[in-house]
């Protein structure tokens, strides 16, 4: 059974791009969150989405956003870079009977 | 307050021994518990999760849960080099997922 997959693995943008990451999660679950990982603050939850709608959202600002499609593959964007949103950038899918997430490799931008 | 207390380390073991990792949270709510392996460079891997009060083994790892005293722990036993990572504790409340800040544990040989 495949795991969830992200892509791409690695980029560079400049500040004031924009950003878009996308996530397929393992077959058959439905639940796709994503999380910001740094090194001073850890595991930061994005938000999450089940069947399309944004069930959850954590506490970041609008220039951060995401979309889920009807196959339960996910994107989030990212526009207006700025330096701090340089990080790994992890999406995770939920198994609905265990409740566990299980992470893709995650996405690492870098923002120059 | 944080949801989710980990003691950040480093916890140093040498080989063969145990390695305990400690976690405590906030919300006594909390129903689901989690514990990933972070090696350097690479995303978070689900070792166990634990829901009831009382141990849960799998393999060298024992995961306890105390829910009245709102702690989770993780015990590695018969340390090895490649369980030096960083370990997170994540607890599942309400419809949100809390993650601690990780313990680093460095195995020595």
């Known amino acids: 059974k495949a795991g969830v997959t992200q892509t791409p693995r690695y980029l560079i943008k400049t500040r004031g791009q924009q950003v878009t990451l996308s996530c397929s999660p393992i077959?058959?679950?439905?639940?796709v969150s994503w999380y910001q990982q740094t090194p001073g603050q850890g595991l930061q939850f994005l938000f999450e989405?089940?069947?399309?709608?944004?069930?959850n959202k954590g506490n970041f600002p609008g220039r951060f956003s995401g979309r889920q499609f009807s196959n339960s593959r996910s994107e989030m964007n990212v526009s207006t870079l700025e330096l701090g949103d340089s990080a790994l950038y992890l999406c995770?899918?939920?198994?609905?009977?265990?409740?566990?997430?299980?992470f893709g490799e995650g996405s690492r931008l870098t923002v120059l | 307050q944080k949801e989710v207390e980990q003691n950040s380390g480093p916890l140093s073991v040498p080989e063969g021994a145990i390695a305990s990792l400690n976690c405590t949270y906030s919300?006594?709510?909390?129903?689901?518990f989690f514990w990933y392996r972070q090696y350097s460079g690479k995303s978070p891997e689900l070792i166990m999760s634990?829901?009831?009060?009382g141990d849960k083994e799998d393999g060298r790892f024992t995961a306890q849960l105390n829910k009245a005293s709102q702690y989770v722990s993780l015990l590695i036993r018969d340390s090895q080099p490649s369980d030096s990572a960083t370990y997170l504790c994540?607890?599942?409340?309400?419809?949100?997922?809390?993650f601690g800040t990780g313990t680093s544990l460095t195995v020595i040989p």
């Open positions: 634990i829901y009831s009060n």
């Open positions: 989405y089940f069947s399309e709608t944004q069930r």
């Open positions: 994540a607890v599942h409340t309400g419809n949100q997922f809390y």
């Open positions: 919300d006594r709510g909390s129903q689901s």
């Open positions: 995770a899918s939920r198994q609905r009977a265990t409740g566990e997430l299980f």
């Open positions: 077959s058959g679950h439905r639940s």
